[in-house]
């Protein structure tokens, strides 16, 4: 299994990225799956901020600080997952990761679904700066 973030970069506040993030080594369309995306903000501990879950008919999570402002969505086709971000501020400046669990995840909860614990396979992560 292998994850790849792509489409970080500088973005002004106020703007908009759109991340994704590709598997390879399972499809989307064939198995259970939960892909969280998290970020680890500079001096601070990484946190789940979105994740969709298939085991809950395609269930969607988002943290308080994201919500509203951040969308998850997956494209079975392209065997991706996007994390659309808009309003973009400075404290969303963060190295963005995705994460996968294998089989079947249900009545977690949004806490339990964003935990960075319950995730078996990373991707190396990508730059978001946010600038003022």
């Known amino acids: 299994v292998q994850l790849v973030e792509s489409g970080g970069g500088l973005v002004q506040a106020g703007g908009s990225l759109r991340l994704s993030c590709t598997a390879s080594?399972?499809?989307?369309?064939?198995?259970?799956?939960?892909i969280t995306w998290l970020r680890q903000c500079p001096g601070k501990d990484r946190e789940g901020i979105s994740c969709?879950?298939?085991?809950?008919?395609?269930?969607?999570y988002y943290a308080n600080s994201v919500k509203g402002r951040f969308t998850i969505s997956s494209d079975d086709a392209k065997n991706t997952v996007y994390l659309e971000m808009t309003k973009l501020v400075p404290e969303d400046t963060a190295v963005y990761s995705c994460?996968?669990?294998?089989?079947?995840?249900?009545?977690?909860?949004?806490?339990?679904?964003?935990?960075?614990?319950?995730?078996?396979?990373w991707g190396e992560g990508t730059q978001v700066t946010v600038s003022s």
């Open positions: 994460a996968a669990s294998l089989g079947i995840n249900i009545g977690m909860g949004r806490q339990g679904m964003l935990d960075p614990g319950r995730y078996s396979y």
């Open positions: 080594g399972f499809d989307l369309d064939d198995v259970n799956y939960a």
């Open positions: 969709i879950n298939s085991s809950e008919g395609g269930r969607k």
